[in-house]
């Protein structure tokens, strides 16, 4: 059942991720968790496209549009990052309360 | 538009004459490749020491007159002179004499103020020793010669560029029996000695 | 991809006493930020040896062979200073030949420096091909002092009066011919370095320094010649015999690094002029030459006259320093070398207060390099040309 | 089964461990940096699963992206504010902790469960195509040409974005620049000294 | 085109006379080539550290190397068995772990990449038809290792030269790819293969470097800064860091360092050598000497002489680049770091974006030419 194991790894993955985003403290291991969910997603798109749609492959372009879109969030969201820690000067999670209420 | 391309045509320029430049310097970088290596191997080849060179300092025991002039000139007072006046020849009687070429700085003052030349710089100048104290020479150490750069048979003697002929600048290309700049004194003398009847 | 410039935490940085572009033991702590320069602050003294204390319990004598142990690349000009103060305290006369042979000494001197100089800015800034180039022209010059005078670095040649020895045979011809090889030499650095454009990019307007802050500053010799100010102590104090000499002073405008690379390449030719002359104009000729008129014309000829002997009188080794004070200053490859000296009619001199131009040029580089890149501050200090012996003496 | 399929299983065991446990790493370590690296070692062996896949361009662009440039861009990041910072204490973290933990374990469970009580339509036989590069070019540039050219511009925008948010807001002027003299970072280790201000302000 | 030998086969063949099944010779196969390309890239790249010195030595009027072997031939063994033997020092307040892995990183990664670099026809590991793509992926793993050496050194040089390094390798891996892209275009494929059979027909005039000059200046620079060579190497900057980030490092790990920076040079040197000058072509093509002189393209004698003239002609122009590179090396200053980041994003970039654009523009209007 190696479908079925590429998709149960990525499962993993992305609870991994879940897990990281919800309980980090630190902004950066936080976008470090969504680039890991967005790699389980491309796992699961690439065993679909292998398994399910192998002579189209649509799949693997979906996963390169994904890639594509993960490193735009990555530039954007470190310079967010950074932004926030030369005006806040910390990388506290719990710190960036700027928008409560 | 035109302003835009006029930038993009002197950035061109620009990369071009970087371009330019830069070959400029490796031609000459590569020019050098094929002038001779002015190495000098040092264990196989060696400089001649020139006449003047302050190597280690040679002492002849029996000119010394103990006057003490070479510790007084000395920047450390380093000669270690041991005499005894006798009374019988009312004369100092040297005992002992010796310099610690391990400090020793080869200024030469103590050699240029020696009243009876006792004292002489010769063209020793590697003075290596496992122990520093080896390099304190007493009397006899000091009396010992060095041996001639010219004389070692495993050593091709290289003059250095004061002792070239003249318009020579490498020494590898002269050999070293060659004769150097400047005029013997009987040359000049006949030449001048012309010019002087002339002046006559 | 973004690169991503941020506030980054300042670094502080310690530049040296051993790192390898601090041309000996000069420390300096810097604070970064990023690649930026915040602040720079030098810490002298790693080579300390109380160069002025030692002068205090020597006399002249004792203390000449000291004296090149201050700035070891421009070895004469130390001597030259240290046998100039008591010259001048003592009103002693030098010959005419041995004052020439003195600037010849001095003028090569120079060169040796500013080539020193050279291969180590430009290795500074990253080509090392250039260091190894101007070894080779510095270790002819060098061949050339040990033939006069014993050492190719400590070499304790000037006397009070003079100097120790007469030039030997045959060096006059071979000093012309360094000197017709050092200018093909020269054009040569320049085609490799002058006008390369990375070259050029990096010193170009970096560490400017304006005509009034040099001033302000104290700086001296090409530093402040690259600023605009036309100051060369050999055409104001008038010392040795400079004024028969047919030369100009190399200067520059704009201040920046490039300017003080000019002025010192261009310096360096002028000072191969000056030899070329000065050993034509060499009272005597040369030293085979002048023994032969002197054998010529007999015991009683003008040969043997005061202005062609290489020393006036052998000083002494109880030469007593007069009382009185004063300052002597020449003008070293570095800048303006000077000694206050105080005699009290004694063996040793009272004071012997040195005055050395790399330390007064060495303070104005915090305020150069703040704000350049961390790379910036290798060139700054290159083209300030110190060197830690006379920094810290 | 073959030899093929024999190292195609093992490598898929390898990788899925190595993935999953520096995942692990990446959500749990403390420092950092120790997981910004381990991030790097994730994104390497799902390269490797997406090789196992048939998928030899995706895989290369993975390691491209994700670990020369994002993964170099998190280090850069976290070098530049490489700040140790001791978090203020929140109440109940170790609940929340426990709580979020239990709550993805149960997610993961029911996604295991999914995928396999799904009864998937796989393909018969995996057509082998000769290259994926040609089929995903095609792609790109006739039924996903929008989304790609769309793609390229969301980039532009990250990257004008990321410059923008980035950026100092000045310059700031060397001359003018006030150095603060009571700073930390700028003392000297040693001791304690007059900065350079006075001198370089009335200089100017 | 012809296949050429097939190396592969020939000894699965023997293999299988001594009675293995072709499953067992094939596994036997497997680490053979990879071994092999990993010896000569060694030995290659030993070559490179020899030349560097004789050549800096001779551009400077020295001697260099003399008396280890004929030339001096042996000093990078005795270099290798000096490191080796050399006390591994891991500073106290090092992280012990990252300060290992960081070196090994690099050095594989560099290595990798010999995967897909052709010696001759037949002659690399594998055709990938990522090919080129794939070095240039692989190659940007090694700012990660460089990063954490940098960081694990706990030296603030080694730092700054860890960024350093990590930014530089990013900036220029853009235009690198974006001139080798220009070439991709031409050839249709980014097999390696592909490329230099693509550039065979007309012996030296159908070399890339002449439809794409603007492209191969790119690639020279941005290989040079990748490398990190004197103009580029402000990581390893003597003058500011002392050594960068390899500054804690000693023994072997540092052999890794200083092995893979000489391994990346040739790498780039084969590079240049397989997207620009032809790979295994002589200057002239072969196949028609082979024709004139009536030889069957399948002759093995044949075949061997082509092989060996093949990969004598690869090394001959990756070492030309290389000779170049060191020529340089000891001739310009080094650039800062805002320079070398200005240069590949203000000028690199924007021009391999317009040579890109002319070479797909010249492909459309001249196909014959610009491989339609």
Redesign the interface.
């Known amino acids: 059942m190696p479908l079925e194991a590429f998709l149960i790894v990525a499962a993993a993955l992305f609870c991994i991720g879940i897990y990281g985003l919800i309980t980090s403290r630190n902004a950066v291991r936080v976008l470090m968790s969504i680039e890991l969910m967005l790699n389980a997603v491309n796992i699961n798109l690439l065993a679909f496209s292998n398994y399910l749609d192998s002579s189209n492959l649509r799949g693997q372009v979906f996963a390169i549009f994904v890639i594509s879109i993960a490193a735009a969030e990555a530039a954007v969201g470190l310079a967010i990052v950074l932004s926030i820690y030369r005006s806040r000067d910390t990388v506290d999670m719990e710190q960036f309360n700027l928008l409560r209420w | 538009m035109l302003k835009f391309l006029n930038k993009v045509g002197d950035y061109a320029k620009e990369a071009i004459q970087s371009a330019k430049f830069i070959g400029q310097g490796m031609g000459v970088t590569f020019d050098h490749m094929r002038r001779r290596p002015i190495t000098v191997q040092y264990p196989y080849e060696k400089l001649i020491p020139s006449e003047r060179f302050r190597g280690r300092i040679h002492f002849e025991y029996d000119k010394c007159i103990s006057c003490e002039v070479c510790v007084r000139v000395c920047p450390i007072n380093l000669p270690v002179v041991d005499w005894e006046f006798n009374a019988e020849i009312k004369k100092k009687e040297l005992k002992s004499y010796s310099i610690d070429f391990g400090v020793c700085i080869f200024c030469g003052n103590c050699v240029e103020y020696c009243p009876t030349n006792a004292l002489a710089m010769t063209e020793e100048y590697d003075l290596s020793t496992y122990d520093r104290h080896e390099l304190n020479f007493d009397s006899v150490a000091l009396g010992r010669m060095p041996t001639k750069v010219t004389e070692d048979p495993f050593v091709t003697p290289l003059r250095e560029f004061a002792y070239l002929p003249k318009g020579a600048i490498e020494p590898h290309a002269v050999s070293h029996t060659e004769r150097r700049a400047g005029k013997r004194p009987e040359e000049i003398l006949e030449e001048s000695g012309n010019i002087g009847n002339n002046a006559e | ?14 530049l040296g006493p051993h ?3 601090m041309h000996g033991v000069l420390r300096l ?1 810097v ?2 930020d ?2 930026n320069v ?2 720079c ?1 030098p810490v002298l003294g790693y080579l300390h040896r109380g160069m002025e204390k030692i002068a205090e319990n ?2 002249i ?6 004296v090149t142990r201050w700035d070891y690349l421009a070895t004469m000009f130390t001597e030259a200073i240290t046998v100039n103060a008591p010259e001048r305290l003592a009103n002693v006369s030098v010959p005419r030949r041995a004052s020439y042979i003195r600037m010849i000494m001095l003028e090569l001197s120079r060169i040796a420096s500013h080539l020193l100089w050279l291969g180590t800015f ?8 250039p260091f ?2 101007v070894f ?1 022209e510095r ?2 010059i060098y ?2 002092f ?6 190719r670095m ?1 070499h ?1 040649y000037f006397r009070i009066g003079g100097v ?2 007469d030039l ?7 000093c012309e ?2 000197c017709n ?1 050092l200018t093909p030499k020269i054009d ?1 650095y320049e ?3 002058s ?5 050029r ?2 010193i170009e307007g970096l560490g400017t320094i304006g005509q009034d ?1 040099a001033i ?1 500053w104290g700086l001296s010799g090409p530093m402040l010649r690259a600023s605009g100010v036309k100051w060369d102590l050999r055409k104001i104090d008038h010392y040795e015999l400079y004024d028969e000499l047919d030369w100009e002073v190399q200067w520059d405008t704009s201040g920046d690094c490039l300017a003080r690379y000019f002025v010192r390449v261009r310096e360096m030719r002028e000072s191969a002029k000056m030899i070329l002359q000065a050993l034509k104009a060499l009272p005597g000729g ?4 002048l ?3 002197r ?3 007999g015991p009683k000829s003008e040969w043997n006259g005061p202005d062609y002997q290489f020393i006036s009188k052998k000083p002494s ?1 109880t030469f007593k320093v007069p009382a009185g004070e004063h300052y002597v200053r020449v003008e070293a490859p570095k800048g303006e070398l000077g000694v206050y000296l105080i005699g009290e009619d004694s063996v040793f001199p009272w004071r012997f207060k040195i005055r050395p131009p790399g330390f007064v040029n060495l303070q104005i580089l ?2 150069l390099v ?2 350049m ?6 060139a700054i200090l290159g083209s300030v040309d110190i060197i830690m012996g006379e920094v810290d003496r | 089964m073959n030899l093929g399929e024999g190292v195609q299983a093992v490598s898929l065991v390898i990788l899925s461990a190595m993935t999953i446990a520096a995942a692990m790493g990446v959500v749990l370590i403390p420092n950092i940096v120790y997981s910004a690296f381990l991030l790097g070692g994730v994104f390497i062996s799902i390269s490797g699963l997406y090789l196992l896949l048939n998928a030899d361009f995706v895989a290369a662009a993975q390691i491209l992206i994700y670990v020369g440039a994002v993964n170099v861009l998190i280090l850069f990041a976290i070098m530049l504010v490489n700040k140790q910072e001791d978090y203020q204490a929140v109440k109940l973290s170790l609940v929340r902790k426990i709580t979020t933990a239990l709550v993805c374990i149960g997610l993961f469970c029911l996604l295991a469960l999914t995928v396999t009580s799904t009864p998937w339509l796989l393909t018969p036989n995996i057509a082998a195509v000769p290259s994926t590069l040609v089929i995903i070019g095609k792609h790109l540039f006739t039924d996903y040409l929008l989304p790609f050219e769309l793609a390229s511009v969301l980039l532009l925008v990250a990257l004008v974005g990321a410059i923008i948010l980035a950026r100092r807001e000045f310059v700031p002027d060397p001359v003018a620049t006030e150095f603060p003299a009571a700073e930390e970072s700028l003392s000297l280790l040693e001791r304690p000294r007059e900065q350079l201000v006075g001198s370089s302000s009335s200089e100017n | 085109m012809y296949t050429g030998i097939d190396l592969q086969q020939a000894l699965i063949d023997v293999l299988m006379g001594f009675g293995l099944t072709q499953g067992v010779a094939k596994v036997l196969w497997m680490p053979l080539p990879m071994l092999l390309v990993f010896l000569v890239a060694s030995v290659l790249a030993l070559v490179c550290t020899w030349l560097e010195r004789k050549v800096s030595a001779a551009a400077q009027q020295r001697i260099g190397p003399e008396y280890m072997g004929p030339f001096g031939v042996l000093v990078p063994l005795a270099d290798v068995g000096k490191l080796i033997i050399k006390q591994d020092i891991i500073p106290a307040k090092a992280d012990p772990i990252l300060f290992t892995l960081g070196p090994v990183i690099v050095f594989i990664s560099v290595f990798l990449c010999y995967l897909v670099i052709p010696f001759g026809q037949n002659l690399l590991i594998s055709d990938v038809g990522t090919g080129i793509f794939l070095v240039i992926a692989i190659s940007s793993i090694a700012p990660i290792g460089l990063l954490m050496s940098g960081y694990s050194s706990n030296n603030k040089y080694a730092l700054l030269g860890g960024l350093r390094a990590a930014a530089q390798s990013i900036s220029y891996e853009i235009p690198l790819a974006l001139a080798a892209l220009a070439i991709v275009l031409m050839s249709n494929g980014l097999s390696t293969v592909s490329i230099v059979n693509q550039q065979a027909d007309y012996g030296i005039l159908s070399w890339n470097v002449w439809r794409q000059p603007i492209g191969f200046v790119i690639f020279l620079i941005s290989a040079l800064a990748e490398c990190e060579r004197l103009p580029f190497d402000l990581p390893e900057a003597e003058e500011e860091l002392v050594a960068g980030y390899q500054t804690e490092y000693t023994g072997v790990k540092f052999m890794l360092f200083y092995g893979s920076s000489y391994a990346n040079l040739l790498l780039a040197g084969l590079l240049v050598a397989v997207l620009y000058l032809g790979g295994w072509e002589l200057p002239f093509p072969i196949d028609r000497i082979s024709d004139w002189f009536g030889i069957s393209k399948n002759t093995p004698w044949w075949q061997i002489i082509t092989a060996s003239l093949g990969i004598t002609m690869t090394l001959l122009k990756a070492y030309l680049f290389i000779f170049t590179a060191i020529l340089l090396r000891w001739t310009v200053p080094r650039v800062r770091i805002d320079q070398l980041l200005d240069l590949g994003w203000k000028f690199l970039l924007p021009i391999g974006l317009v040579n890109l654009l002319l070479t797909a523009a010249f492909k459309i209007a001249l196909p014959n030419y610009f491989g339609g």
């Open positions: 991809m973004v690169m991503i410039e941020t506030k980054a935490e300042r670094m502080v940085i310690n790192h390898p572009s702590i604070t970064l990023g690649e915040v602040d602050e020597r006399t004598i004792q203390y000449l062979p000291y430009v290795a500074d800034i990253g080509a090392q091909t190894f180039y080779r270790e002819i061949d050339l040990e033939a006069a005078t014993g050492m400590m304790n120790a020895a030997p045979y045959g060096w006059v011809d071979k011919d360094f090889y040569e085609r490799l370095i006008n390369n454009p990375i070259f990019k990096r802050e302000n040369s030293y085979e030459n023994e032969a008129q054998v010529l014309a080794p915090p305020q703040r704000g890149k961390l790379a910036d501050i290798m």
